[in-house]
């Protein structure tokens, strides 16, 4: 949790918060099929809902109270890979920063899986 003061008063902001901006700005890039999330049991990884996506994001506070973003996601077939990844990082960092105020210290996509339909 971050807590920012100011002379009003002050806004602590969860990490379930940035957990879905992120992943919501996230599964909306193009070529972002969703999150995902690996099973235990069978190493295999799935695609969540969107009521529990983010269980593929995870948040680290830094001391400096700025934050670093994880991103687990399954794309398209077909797609650039590095320009999907570039896009999530500038748009998750982007939009985290807007609705926050927080520092975005750094954003890393990995890309778990490949949807081919």
């Known amino acids: 949790m971050i807590r920012q003061e ?7 902001v969860s990490a379930g918060v940035y957990h879905d901006i992120a992943g919501t700005a996230a599964s ?8 995902a999330a ?25 001391e400096d109270k700025s ?7 399954i794309v398209d077939n077909g797609v ?4 999907v990844g570039e896009a999530i990082i500038s748009r998750v960092s982007y ?5 926050t105020g927080t520092k975005v210290n750094s954003v890393n996509v990995y890309i778990d899986s490949m949807m081919i339909d």
Not at 6 to 12: F, I, R
Not at 67 to 73: A, E, F, G, K, N
Not at 80 to 83: E, I, K, S, V, W
């Open 95 to 99: 939009e985290v920063t807007k609705y």
């Open 6 to 12: 100011n002379a009003n008063g002050s806004v602590s």
């Open 67 to 73: 934050i670093s973003i994880d991103l687990h996601i």
């Open 28 to 35: 909306n890039c193009f070529g972002v099929k969703g999150m």
């Open 38 to 62: 690996r099973n235990v049991k069978d190493g295999v990884y799935h695609l969540l809902r969107k009521e529990s996506m983010s269980k593929g994001v995870n948040v680290t506070f830094q």
């Open 80 to 83: 650039n890979l590095n320009a």
